[in-house]
């Protein structure tokens, strides 16, 4: 049997092509793929044909946040059958390791992540996975917020990593898909000030409709002011020493990278989600460790995709809500150059491959 997939050649060559249906192997199994939504790092492969270390040197699919209906099982495969509905997490580890044995398997040096050089994604008809890696959906969720569990889990490891309780502050540093998961996931978890800020009004518009309840043009020349005067009433504190119980920056830029530890008040907690372009950012440590704010990186996540997709399921987070635009598998050159380009009037673009 063979399959369509898109296939990356080089910067901006993105080819529709036949290519064979895999065949699950015992511990797998064959989803057929229905949506996949369009990430950051698949623009930032698509246009730069790199991201840090990892370069495509050699045809590859890319998407990984995907879903799909199960379409066979491998042997020793029970736990799903031929007819689900799914969810595939697009990162598998070895299982073996120090960091996998102790949940952190997000840290595992032997990962094996979908679209990620050499390792082909989900642009394609097929594609077979690792069982332990693929979660069933209920019936009420759409195959659109079954793909996008893969951004929500970012969001929701981001919290848990910020340890955000009832009644929390927060604030997050761009308001594009992961920033708007983060912000939901705040929410669930109880925080109840929750400022967004992003240089497009069309994200901080959406931002307030998922739950935002302050929005800050980043534009604006006082943006730190106004997230003080914002919690300064809640702890009493003033200054420097004001600001959120938690900042998440989610832009992935460097002004935002400062900005995330400076706007975290006195004792609270920055979470570098987003990944700058440049690797050396300078930062005022010294005001950081005299404030005494913990600064925490974040690599994907860990444990995740069960909470997500309960959250998702018992509408806590709306999903659905992100889908600004859709291109079908043939378009998906189109798609990844509309992403790439719209920003200002798009949030997340989905493939449809069905």
């Given at each position: 049997?063979?399959?369509?997939?898109?296939?990356?050649?080089?910067?901006?060559?993105?080819?529709?092509?036949s290519?064979?249906?895999?065949?699950?192997?015992?511990?797998?199994?064959?989803?057929?793929?229905?949506?996949?939504?369009?990430?950051?790092?698949?623009?930032?492969?698509?246009?730069?044909?790199?991201?840090?270390?990892?370069?495509?040197?050699?045809?590859m699919?890319?998407?990984?946040e995907?879903?799909?209906?199960i379409?066979?099982?491998?042997?020793?495969?029970?736990?799903?059958?031929?007819?689900?509905?799914?969810s595939?997490?697009?990162?598998?580890?070895?299982?073996?390791?120090?960091?996998?044995?102790?949940?952190?398997y997000?840290?595992?040096?032997?990962?094996?992540?979908?679209?990620?050089?050499p390792?082909d994604?989900?642009?394609a008809?097929?594609?077979?996975?690792?069982?332990?890696?693929?979660?069933?959906?209920?019936?009420?969720?759409?195959?659109?917020?079954a793909?996008?569990?893969?951004?929500?889990?970012?969001?929701?490891?981001a919290?848990?990593?910020?340890?955000?309780?009832?009644?929390?502050?927060?604030?997050?540093?761009?308001?594009?898909?992961?920033?708007?998961?983060?912000?939901?996931?705040?929410?669930?978890?109880?925080?109840?000030?929750?400022?967004?800020?992003?240089?497009?009004e069309?994200?901080?518009?959406?931002?307030?409709?998922?739950?935002?309840?302050?929005?800050?043009?980043?534009?604006?020349?006082?943006?730190?002011?106004?997230?003080?005067?914002?919690?300064s009433?809640?702890?009493?504190?003033?200054?420097?020493?004001?600001?959120?119980?938690?900042?998440?920056?989610?832009?992935?830029?460097?002004?935002?990278?400062?900005?995330?530890?400076?706007?975290?008040?006195?004792?609270?907690?920055?979470v570098?989600?987003?990944?700058?372009?440049?690797?050396?950012?300078?930062?005022?440590?010294?005001?950081?460790?005299?404030?005494?704010?913990?600064?925490?990186?974040?690599?994907?996540?860990?444990?995740?995709?069960?909470?997500?997709?309960?959250?998702?399921?018992?509408?806590?987070?709306?999903?659905?809500?992100?889908?600004?635009h859709?291109?079908?598998?043939?378009?998906?050159?189109?798609?990844?150059?509309?992403?790439?380009?719209?920003?200002?009037?798009?949030?997340?673009?989905?493939?449809?491959?069905?």
């Open positions: 049997m063979v399959m369509k997939a898109a296939v990356m050649h080089g910067i901006r060559d993105v080819r529709l092509e290519r064979a249906v895999p065949a699950p192997a015992p511990f797998e199994v064959l989803v057929k793929i229905e949506r996949v939504g369009v990430c950051g790092s698949d623009v930032h492969y698509f246009t730069e044909g790199k991201i840090g270390r990892y370069v495509v040197e050699q045809p699919i890319l998407g990984h995907s879903a799909g209906v379409a066979a099982v491998g042997s020793a495969v029970s736990s799903l059958a031929v007819g689900d509905r799914v595939l997490e697009p990162g598998v580890t070895c299982r073996q390791c120090y960091h996998c044995k102790r949940g952190r997000n840290l595992c040096p032997n990962v094996t992540f979908m679209a990620t050089p390792v994604g989900a642009f008809e097929f594609v077979a996975w690792p069982a332990d890696f693929v979660f069933k959906i209920p019936d009420s969720m759409s195959l659109d917020s793909a996008l569990l893969e951004p929500l889990a970012v969001g929701v490891w919290v848990q990593r910020a340890g955000v309780s009832m009644g929390a502050s927060v604030a997050v540093f761009g308001a594009g898909p992961i920033g708007c998961t983060t912000l939901q996931a705040a929410k669930a978890a109880g925080a109840t000030t929750i400022i967004a800020v992003d240089l497009e069309f994200r901080l518009d959406l931002a307030r409709k998922l739950g935002a309840t302050h929005t800050i043009n980043g534009r604006d020349p006082d943006v730190l002011e106004q997230i003080r005067a914002i919690t009433p809640l702890t009493g504190l003033t200054g420097s020493s004001a600001g959120v119980d938690a900042a998440f920056e989610t832009a992935g830029s460097v002004p935002t990278c400062r900005m995330t530890i400076e706007a975290t008040r006195s004792g609270g907690v920055a570098l989600v987003g990944l700058p372009s440049e690797a050396l950012v300078s930062l005022d440590i010294v005001a950081a460790a005299s404030r005494e704010v913990d600064i925490r990186g974040q690599f994907r996540y860990a444990n995740c995709y069960p909470a997500a997709l309960e959250l998702v399921a018992h509408g806590r987070v709306n999903l659905d809500a992100m889908i600004t859709r291109f079908t598998l043939d378009q998906a050159q189109q798609a990844l150059e509309f992403a790439d380009k719209e920003k200002r009037a798009s949030m997340k673009v989905m493939v449809e491959i069905g």
